[in-house]
């Protein structure tokens, strides 16, 4: 039993942090990428064509929507976060002391 709870909390645990930290990043970099834009003498430019190239992106993961690829991301990110903290908990059960 205490496996098992141990095994749905680091689950939980995982799959929260997997979710929110591409959300994060890419608010980071869109955040970045707009103080660019506000810069003058021709990094302005720069700025505003990453933010259009991120929002672009994240356009063909979400069907056209930025935030619908934001969540996609994160839930891709999710599920993979969620397989390796299985594994690890696999890996610890078979060879651990």
Avoid: H
Avoid at 70 to 93: A, E, H, K
């Amino acid at each position: 039993m205490r496996a098992t709870s141990n095994l749905l909390f680091s689950i939980l645990l995982s799959a929260t942090i997997s979710f929110i930290l591409p959300m994060i990043l890419i608010g980071i970099l869109l955040g970045c990428s707009l103080i660019l834009g506000i810069l003058p003498y021709g990094i302005s430019l720069l700025g505003e064509q990453a933010a259009a190239m991120i929002f672009e992106i994240l356009a063909i993961f979400g069907n056209g929507k930025p935030f619908a690829g934001v969540i996609t991301l994160g839930i891709t990110s999710c599920i993979v976060g969620i397989l390796f903290d299985l594994f690890n908990f696999y890996r610890y059960r078979t060879f651990g002391d």
